[in-house]
């Protein structure tokens, strides 16, 4: 996985198992392989002022840029009309998580509250 920092700052956890992302502490999980598509897929992560991770929102965490969908040609013989005709068919590629791109946004800080106490 292609990981990009857009700034300073502490970031989200991120962690891929084979094709499958997890982000926080399993807070967002996301199946890269069922996400793919045959055009460029971008999932947007955000969080919100108590540090959550959501899929709407106001700031970003992450952004996931998952490419298209890879296919390969395979020949197949059928029979037509007590024919063999070989047929070229499309047959899509397994998920490939090191084209996936991950940028992360650094998390708003939160002031610790015993900061504020005097």
Partial sequence: ????HMNEG???EAELVECVLSLGDGEIIIDLAEEQRD???VISVFVDTAGDLHLTGDAYAAVIII????YTDEEVTVE?????????????QPCTAEAVTLRLWAL???????????
């Fill in 1 to 4: 996985m292609n990981i990009e």
């Fill in 39 to 41: 055009i460029e897929r």
């Fill in 10 to 12: 502490t970031k989200v």
């Fill in 80 to 92: 037509i009309d007590g024919e063999e005709v070989i047929e070229i068919v499309p047959v899509p």
């Fill in 108 to 118: 708003p800080e939160h002031p610790d509250e015993t900061e504020n106490e005097e």
């Fill in 67 to 70: 490419p298209p969908r890879r």
